[in-house]
């Protein structure tokens, strides 16, 4: 039995509302653990900037996980119930890290911890994503896919942008009172308020026996790795997704910890700067939705490759006399090609790859994206360390780290938008 006969479409549709909803609690609990709030979280405990910016993909090494839970995914008996478990344990977690300021043990023990806890918030996660995403995505027809999760983007935007200012200004009034800890604190009570609303959201979803039949068929791993090998359309993808990731976050992680630094901005500022760009990519979202239904997916993410680009080539000549206003204007582009990308790259092996291969090429197409994320981060923590041990000169010339790292990612996103347009767009699609 097909998902398509499974459920009445009244039914499926409220199963998609549930998960729209879902999303944007879930959004509000990574809103918190990510950009200027998980920096002055990080900055409390008393790191370095490299290491700053290489602890904030720490979360992305657990998407290794994926690699390894086939095993695990073949004899769940609900996606749901699993979701929910493994989702509420990764919220718990995240709430103790901002506990992990007021426990008494010395700096580098905390560090250690910190980095231990937040690998395991995502492990916990990663766990269950490549069949949570196949479960959302089959309860929505593949003509629409595009605006769907465009549409799920937006209402996510919206909310992440408000709470985003709201608890900006909570912080800046509590860090102005020399009082940051009571901002903390806050921060841990959301996550947790977050985790029981997505607990109830989630009991409006329900499971479908045709996409448990689909997970349980799923090769062992063995067989699973060795067929993703063979597999030219699959390697191609990775190859597009982990060059994505590793020059994007080889050189954004450290943004803003450049504004809080260098260019001492509050955090009021650059949640607002965040704000501007999410007004952006809310009025591209549903543009780019309809743009990859009717272009495919390829094409929508060579244009978001593009304008990635062009934003990260803007941020090689930000200095402390210009970078607040660089950076405004870096929001444009750049969260323009995150509302292609957003809705590419998880849609394009839906493409691709054929339906029975879709979980075990998920999960290595999902691994390979979160550890070339982690390894780009590490990389460029390690190049603007040494830049910044140099007296921010690169070969005698004075320069930032940021500035440095910005143009070498601008020179791969060039050469990855010429290979999508060449290469991956021409691929024949399976859908």
């Not at 839970?69 to 344990?89: C, D, H, P, W």
């Not at 409006?204 to 790795?225: C, H, M, W, Y």
């Not at 094409?299 to 660089?326: C, D, H, K, Q, V």
Request: proline content about 3%; charged content about 10%; glycine content about 8%.
């Amino acid at each position: 039995m097909s998902i398509q006969t499974e459920f009445a479409e009244e039914e499926k549709r409220r199963v998609r509302r549930a998960h729209i909803v879902a999303g944007m609690l879930e959004a509000v609990a990574m809103a918190t653990m990510s950009g200027v709030f998980f920096t002055l979280l990080v900055k409390q405990l008393g790191v370095s900037d490299a290491l700053a910016g290489t602890l904030s993909t720490v979360v992305h090494l657990g998407c290794v996980t994926q690699i390894f839970a086939i095993g695990f995914l073949r004899r769940i008996r609900s996606v749901r119930t699993t979701s929910i478990i493994l989702q509420s344990i990764k919220k718990l977690l995240y709430a103790f890290l901002y506990m992990l300021p007021f426990l008494p043990m010395a700096t580098g023990v905390r560090i250690a911890l910190f980095a231990v806890v937040f690998a395991g918030a995502s492990i916990s996660s990663n766990l269950i994503s490549p069949a949570s995403f196949h479960w959302m995505m089959a309860f929505v027809s593949k003509e629409e896919r595009g605006i769907y999760t465009a549409h799920r983007e937006m209402l996510t935007l919206i909310v992440t942008i408000v709470y985003n200012f709201l608890m900006g200004r909570v912080l800046d009034h509590f860090n102005a009172q020399g009082r940051p800890e009571i901002g903390l604190v806050l921060c841990a009570c959301t996550i947790l308020v977050m985790m029981f609303a997505h607990i109830i959201a989630m009991l409006f979803t329900k499971d479908s026996p045709a996409v448990l039949e689909q997970i349980g068929q799923t090769p062992n791993f063995v067989r699973v790795l060795k067929n993703n090998l063979h597999n030219t359309n699959l390697l191609k993808l990775v190859l597009v997704g982990v060059t994505w990731n590793f020059f994007c976050f080889f050189s954004t992680s450290f943004h803003n910890v450049f504004l809080l630094q260098e260019l001492q901005s509050t955090t009021t500022f650059v949640v607002v700067a965040g704000m501007f760009g999410n007004f952006i990519r809310l009025a591209c979202s549903a543009p780019s939705g309809k743009y990859a239904d009717h272009n495919g997916f390829a094409r929508s993410m060579g244009l978001g490759f593009a304008l990635a680009a062009l934003a990260i080539g803007l941020m090689m000549f930000w200095t402390p006399e210009t970078g607040r206003l660089y950076y405004l204007l870096y929001q444009i582009p750049y969260c323009s090609a995150l509302a292609l990308l957003g809705n590419g790259q998880n849609n394009i092996t839906l493409q691709y790859i054929d339906p029975a291969d879709r979980v075990g090429a998920q999960g290595m197409y999902t691994a390979m994206l979160g550890l070339s994320s982690f390894l780009g981060s590490l990389v460029g923590g390690r190049i603007l360390a040494a830049i910044q041990a140099n007296g921010n000169r690169v070969f005698g010339i004075p320069m930032y780290g940021q500035q440095f790292l910005s143009g070498i990612s601008f020179i791969a996103l060039v050469a990855l938008t010429v290979y999508v347009y060449t290469v991956v767009a021409r691929m024949k699609r399976i859908d």
